[in-house]
C-alpha cells in the first residue's frame, strides 16, 4: 500500500521560515518525480516544486522560487521543501504528490498524493 506521509506544517509568524517533509512508503513501481502542491481555502490546488527522483532535476513555481528550496533524502525515502520569507498568503494546506510520468506542473498527472499539512502565516 503505498502511502506519502506529510510533516512540518504549523502556524507561524510571517517572516518565518519551515521545512515540510514527505516520507513515502510502498512503492511498488518506480516513481520519476515527486512534488509539493498547496491549496488555499477557496481556490484550486497549485504546483509549487517538484523534483526529479533520480536526477534531482528541480523545478519551482516561478513566483516562488525565490523562496523555496525542494531536495530528496533517497535513503530515507523523503523529500523536504523549505519555505523562507513565509507570507501570509502562502497559508493552505500543502501536498506530496508523485508519479512515474506526466508533466511536473499538472497535478492531475500525479498517481498518488498524501493527506496534507497545513501551513498558517500569520501577519
Known amino acids: 500500500q503505498v502511502q506519502l506521509v506529510e510533516s512540518g506544517g504549523g502556524e507561524v509568524q510571517a517572516g518565518a521560515s519551515l521545512t515540510l517533509s514527505c516520507t513515502a512508503s510502498?512503492?511498488?513501481?518506480?516513481?520519476?518525480?515527486m512534488g509539493w502542491f498547496r491549496q488555499a481555502a477557496g481556490k484550486e490546488r497549485e504546483f509549487v516544486a517538484a523534483?526529479?527522483?533520480?536526477?534531482?532535476?528541480?523545478e519551482y513555481l516561478e513566483a516562488l522560487s525565490d523562496r523555496l528550496t525542494i531536495s530528496g533524502d533517497s535513503a530515507k525515502s523523503t523529500i523536504y521543501l523549505q519555505m523562507n520569507s513565509l507570507k501570509p498568503e502562502d497559508t493552505g494546506v500543502y501536498y506530496c504528490a508523485s508519479s512515474q510520468v506526466g508533466t511536473w506542473r499538472n497535478a492531475d498527472d500525479y498517481e498518488y498524493w498524501g493527506q496534507g499539512t497545513q501551513v498558517t502565516v500569520s501577519s
Open positions: 523534483i526529479g527522483v533520480r536526477t534531482g532535476i528541480k
Open positions: 510502498g512503492f511498488t513501481t518506480y516513481q520519476s518525480f
